[in-house]
């Protein structure tokens, strides 16, 4: 009788513990490994609001694109939302004397050379900068820090957003991390196993705005170890004792 308890405790024990290998990811098996990238470069979509800046020689007393932000710089440092340019519905965006380009599908470079192009006509050699302002991602879950998280560079991979989270906690499955995308309407659900090495090269590896990542815990939720074999080493210590026990 003691034995089978013994042993039904020993399977119900085991089957419950998280180990080192459940908290590991990108598993290459403590082997050195080249893994090629996937070159994920962000198209812009309808919706993106984009910060256009446009340095030249020109004197500002002439450059009518700046003027307005210029003007009321601590304003547009606060809410730089304030001078932001919608792509629309079409794809276009549409600035001030410059005119309408068609930057759905191009990605930030492609863009800042097309409105560069028609800038050298009213301004001496300009330089474009351009960024997307209403980049943001919700992470919810298992990780330490779960919110709406705002950034400023668009090619940002999911390793980074849970390093901008402070990491993800020891319950969370890193097998099956769920990703919720909007695309042309249509929102497309999917799930990420960080512990893939191939992950790497795949572009559900990067984040794209207005992305939700939930991190589900594990069910493997009993105890957590950080030394495994050490616990096995005192468990069966402890279970020779106690059966040892028993036989008196």
């Given at each position: ?104 599908g ?79 309407d ?58 040892l026990?028993?036989?008196?």
């Amino acid at each position: 009788m003691y034995k089978r308890c013994i042993y039904v405790f020993l399977i119900v024990f085991f089957n419950s513990c998280v180990s080192n290998s459940d908290l590991n990811i990108i598993n290459t098996k403590n082997e050195n490994k080249n893994i090629p990238s996937y070159n994920f470069n962000y198209k812009l979509k309808k919706g993106d609001l984009i910060s256009v800046q446009i340095s030249s020689l020109t004197p500002m007393e002439y450059d009518f694109f700046n003027k307005e932000s210029g003007s009321n710089s601590q304003l547009y440092v606060t809410n730089p939302f304030l001078y932001g340019y919608l792509v629309d519905d079409q794809g276009a965006l549409n600035l001030p004397v410059l005119g309408s380009f068609n930057v759905e599908g191009l990605n930030l470079v492609e863009a800042q050379a097309l409105i560069q192009k028609t800038s050298e006509r009213f301004f001496s050699e300009p330089s474009v900068r351009l960024n997307i302002l209403n980049y943001y991602i919700t992470v919810l879950g298992e990780v330490n820090n779960p919110g709406r998280i705002s950034l400023n560079e668009p090619n940002i991979n999911l390793l980074e957003v849970f390093g901008i989270c402070g990491d993800l906690t020891k319950i969370a499955n890193r097998k099956k991390i769920k990703i919720i995308r909007s695309e042309n309407d249509i929102t497309k659900v999917f799930f990420v196993d960080l512990r893939d090495k191939d992950l790497i090269s795949s572009e559900n590896f990067y984040v794209q705005p207005n992305d939700i990542i939930y991190v589900e815990p594990t069910s493997k939720r009993f105890v957590l170890f950080d030394d495994l074999p050490a616990v096995i080493s005192t468990l069966f210590s402890g279970v020779t004792l106690f059966y040892l026990i028993q036989q008196k």
